[in-house]
């Protein structure tokens, strides 16, 4: 095992990694920018170096100068969190040219599932269903078009190099497809600096599944069940559960992403993800190549530190687990806290915290790096911290998380978080009857009456 490591990442994330180290029997070291200096990261590391000022890009994203850290506090290797440079290959293939194992895939994988062109490709080798549309990149407005007319509307025009929810744009007419395939192009360039997109068919009425996997440098390789993500606002995630789907539907998808992620000789904890419509039939999205941030319901139902087992798969250790030896247990529930304000379209709502007490009680899980005093920046995301609970069935894991989110007091001059409207997502009767898509969001927030809950028990 290493005996120290370098976490290149800040906020509730670093101080996850940070723990599952201390637990080890790891030294640790954490990169921080000058709006991070008095973070809870860098208060418990064991060594703190600071990469760069507030904006990320010059502090967080600038890879010479975490290399440069790890070298200096003589790390072995670099956990590099969620987002920032978790799925960067050429950010790994740094590490790997001087010395420092990177915590995750190769950089030759990592480069080929980044690439969501490459990544279906892979994936329609490997047997898994893509959604109707284009595999290759679309060149052309005019190609676009054609791709469309045969999948029929709506499409969703895809980034080639997006993530985390960034990057796409749901056509629903013709009419629209010209304006929206110049926009997203101009976005990816801005964003992803590729400014190549594809084009399938846009699934209504559809459910967000992940399955979560673990694959050894040995060739071995277990999934951990599924996490459903349905309920999102602008592709990025609000709510989360494991397990998700009915076990006859579970192991075929399960089956399906383990299969994809050999084939293509992935190692680490990753997560296969997928949109599964009305008839369950399911749909291969992409592939994340690191740590996700709904995590924790699959160590609350399967027992496992996923974290723990990242090290060991990075230390060249054999995968510790069999597929016979995993057990899903109960019903886990995660809501995301962002310093949001929902009543301005999911705003940014930074701010200092004068009041922060997050719940406990039986069963409750919280993740965060937030305290009172803490100043929520404007610099990075938005997300201050998880809340998650397990119960033996779902709807005991729903009333528990709507009594851990009553608890939940953060406060300060202009704070507004996501709590109020997770609340309204938990009130709402559909998703009380897990029948719900995600179209759940929208219908939320398009309501006549929206204060007004809609639960029927």
Not at 70 to 78: D, E, I, N, Y
Not at 182 to 195: E, L, N, P, S
Request: proline content about 6%.
């Amino acid at each position: 095992m290493f005996e120290k490591v370098l976490i290149a990442n800040r906020g509730e994330i670093a101080l996850r990694v940070l723990r599952a180290c201390r637990e080890l029997g790891i030294r640790t070291a954490v990169v921080y920018s000058t709006a991070d200096a008095d973070s809870a990261a860098v208060r418990l590391a064991d060594e703190a170096v600071r990469i760069g000022p507030s904006a990320s890009r010059r502090s967080y994203l600038n890879a010479a100068a975490v290399v440069e850290a790890a070298r200096k506090v003589g790390a072995q290797a670099v956990h590099p969190g969620y987002g920032f440079l978790s799925e960067d290959a050429d950010f790994a293939e740094i590490c790997a040219d001087n010395g420092l194992t990177f915590v995750g895939p190769s950089p030759q994988v990592m480069a080929a599932l980044a690439d969501k062109s490459s990544a279906r490709a892979l994936m329609r080798r490997a047997g898994l269903p893509l959604p109707p549309g284009a595999v290759q990149p679309v060149p052309t407005a005019a190609e676009a078009a054609a791709v469309a007319a045969e999948v029929g509307y709506p499409v969703i025009v895809k980034a080639a190099a997006g993530g985390g929810g960034r990057g796409m744009t749901v056509v629903r007419s013709p009419a629209e497809l010209p304006r929206a395939y110049a926009r997203t192009r101009a976005a990816a360039q801005v964003a992803f600096g590729d400014d190549r997109v594809y084009v399938e068919r846009y699934l209504t009425d559809a459910r967000h599944v992940e399955v979560q996997l673990l694959c050894d440098s040995h060739g071995n390789g277990v999934h951990l069940g599924t996490r459903d993500c349905s309920v999102q606002r602008r592709h990025q995630k609000l709510i989360e559960e494991a397990p998700a789907l009915a076990p006859a539907t579970l192991d075929a998808i399960a089956q399906a992403a383990l299969r994809g992620a050999l084939d293509v000789g992935f190692t680490g904890a990753g997560t296969v993800e997928f949109l599964v419509d009305a008839e369950e039939r399911f749909h291969f999205l992409e592939i994340n190549c690191r740590i996700q941030v709904e995590h924790p319901v699959t160590e609350m139902v399967t027992g496992i530190d996923l974290v723990h087992e990242q090290f060991h798969v990075a230390a060249g250790v054999p995968l510790r687990w069999r597929q016979q030896d995993i057990r899903l247990t109960g019903v886990a529930v995660e809501c995301r806290v962002n310093v949001e304000d929902p009543d301005r379209g999911f705003a940014p709502a930074p701010g200092r915290l004068d009041r922060f007490v997050p719940p406990g009680g039986p069963f409750t899980r919280v993740d965060t790096h937030g305290h009172a005093g803490y100043l929520v920046g404007p610099y990075y995301d938005s997300l201050l911290a998880k809340v998650a609970v397990w119960a033996p069935d779902r709807e005991l894991a729903l009333n528990r998380l709507e009594r851990a989110l009553g608890e939940f007091e953060i406060s300060g001059p202009g704070v507004r978080t996501t709590i109020p409207f997770v609340r309204r997502v938990l009130d709402d009767a559909d998703f009380r009857k897990g029948r719900y898509t995600t179209g759940l969001v929208d219908r939320l927030l398009n309501a006549a009456n929206p204060g007004e809950p809609r639960r029927t028990r």
